[in-house]
């Protein structure tokens, strides 16, 4: 059974960094994408950065452009999440995800992911004070 487990959040005042890690057991997909997804409270779940498996090709949010990385290790089995000048709006549950090829190249699907698609991680809570 494929499992994701994250790690690394915490609280961390605006303007600080946190580097969120997960493990990946396996890939589940012949040709998918890993990535961060998360859900502030009382917000919707929102996309924040995935990265192609195959070609590392990577998208990101755009309220996290410029301040977010995400990377993957060659043997594909750990996909990081480096955060600099964190703001309270990044306050939320991190969830990694393991994601079909059809979810991966669909912007609706990163604005709006369904959690019956793809393989999610139980999440990591990140809270930014002010």
């Known amino acids: 059974q494929v499992q994701l487990v994250e790690s690394g959040g915490g609280s961390v005042q605006a303007g600080g960094s946190l580097r969120l890690s997960c493990a990946v057991s396996e890939l589940p997909y012949s040709s998918s994408c890993l990535g961060w997804f998360r859900q502030g409270a009382g917000k919707e779940r929102e996309g924040v950065a995935t990265?192609?498996?195959?070609?590392?090709?990577?998208a990101y949010g755009d309220s996290v452009k410029g301040r977010f990385t995400v990377s993957q290790d060659k043997g594909k089995t750990t996909v990081d999440l480096q955060m600099s000048d964190l703001k309270p709006e990044d306050t939320g549950m991190y969830y990694c995800v393991a994601l079909p090829i059809f979810a991966c190249k669909s912007r609706d699907f990163f604005k709006a992911p369904r959690d019956d698609v793809g393989i999610w991680g139980v999440g990591t809570q990140v809270t930014v004070s002010s």
């Open positions: 990265i192609y498996t195959r070609d590392g090709n990577i």
